[in-house]
T-cell receptor, first 114, second 111 residues
């Protein structure tokens, strides 16, 4: 398996533009997580899905952020409109349905909003 | 919800010395404690984990200890090597697959 796949790896955009980040979890994994990493706040959980259903989106900073998982092999995180403070590395991770299972992280998307 | 605190935020050690990173958690229901290593520019990867029914776990040069009563757990790296330089994250989970991560410790091993 190729592991968790994210695209794009780098994104530079201007304030106000829409940004869409994509994630393909490991085949067979039931859980998918979106994290944001910054120097100031570390790794923050934004939202996670179980079997394509959003379970907890309390970490989504505001209405400008939305996430979808239309099927078991694809998820998107959208920011509209983007702001400079959204600049961060966004990680997607997936895991099997089990309390003690490792979360496998994707390579991340480095987002820069100018 | 769970609150995980991690200390120190930065740590420098001489090659060959030991490094210790400590974390505390708040939710007594937490029962799984993984540790992730993130090398510069790369993704976090699991290096060791411990469940609440175990007090200590060791894997070669790394070990993790857990004190459920005090709600703290620690990562120990012995005989440190330059390739151990990275950011280390602790996390706690109460079994719902959701991890609560600490803020990370940047470890530098000086050759």
């Amino acid at each position: 398996d190729a592991g968790v796949i994210q695209s794009p790896r780098h994104e530079v955009t201007e304030m106000g533009q829409e940004v869409t980040l994509r994630c393909k979890p490991i085949s067979g994994h039931d859980y998918l997580f979106w994290y944001r990493q910054t120097m100031m706040r570390g790794l923050e959980l934004l939202i996670y899905f179980n079997n394509n259903v959003p379970i907890d989106d309390s970490g989504m900073p505001e209405d400008r952020f939305s996430a979808k998982m239309p099927n078991a092999s694809f998820s998107t995180l959208k920011i509209q409109p983007s702001e400079p403070r959204d600049s961060a590395v966004y990680f997607c991770a997936s895991s099997l349905i089990n309390s003690y299972n490792e979360q496998f992280f994707g390579p991340g998307t480095r987002l820069t909003v100018l | 919800g769970e609150n995980v605190e991690q200390h120190p935020s930065t740590l420098s050690v001489q090659e060959g010395d030991s490094a210790v990173i400590k974390c505390t958690y708040s939710d007594s229901a937490s029962n799984y404690f993984p540790w992730y290593k993130q090398e510069l520019g790369k993704r976090p990867q699991l290096i060791i984990d411990i469940r609440s029914n175990v007090g200590e776990k060791k894997d070669q040069r790394i070990a993790v200890t857990l004190n459920k009563t005090a709600k703290h757990f620690s990562l120990h790296i012995t005989e440190t090597q330059p390739e151990d330089s990275a950011v280390y994250f602790c996390a706690a989970s109460s079994g719902g697959n959701q991890f609560y991560f600490g803020t990370g410790t940047s470890l530098t091993v000086i050759p």
